[in-house]
């Protein structure tokens, strides 16, 4: 039995990436179909658990929102599309980032500034890069339209905020610290 929990450690503490530094990924973001909306997403776990997602999203317009998910597969065969649904391990309904309640992949919207750039850095204490429901291996997707944060009158609200179509995606993978 003990074997078995050494031999796991092991396997955590070779994953490159995962460092006194807290673990880092990254996903790099494109557009299957037209490759117009592309770009990165840095994501770094500190040790209290809360993590720190960074990045830039180019031609989103100006002030403009998108909604912006982590999907449960880490599946771009057919486009963004077999990213499946939003993370939701928890069963819970669509709703916002700020919100108790929510699927671990809402992180509500991105929007766009200068230069039809979404430049973005803010903190997260629901999704994880370790444990059991670590966001590695999934994707991140970025929406046509804005994410209603699960307050809109229709009944795709409480499921999907809304958001339209895929615009980008990218698979989550472990980064160098
Ligand atoms: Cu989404
Ligand atoms: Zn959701």
Known sequence: MGGVTQKMTDTVKNVPGLGTTGIHAVAVLTDPSNGQVYGHVDFVEASDGVVTVSGEI???????????????FGDTTNGCT??????????????GPQDE?????????I?????NVAKFNFKDSIIKLT????????????HE???????????DSKKTGNAGGRMACGVIGIKKN
């Open 145 to 155: 339209k804005e994410d209603d944060l699960g307050r809109g009158n229709s009944a």
């Open 58 to 72: 180019k031609n989103i317009p100006d002030k403009q929102k998108r909604g912006f998910h982590i999907h449960e």
């Open 82 to 95: 077999s990213a499946g649904a939003h993370y939701n391990p928890d069963n819970h309904e669509h709703a």
């Open 101 to 109: 309640l929510r699927h671990v992949g809402d992180l509500g919207n």
């Open 111 to 115: 929007t766009g500034g200068s230069g």
């Open 131 to 142: 444990g059991s429901k670590s966001i590695i291996g999934r994707s991140i997707v970025v």
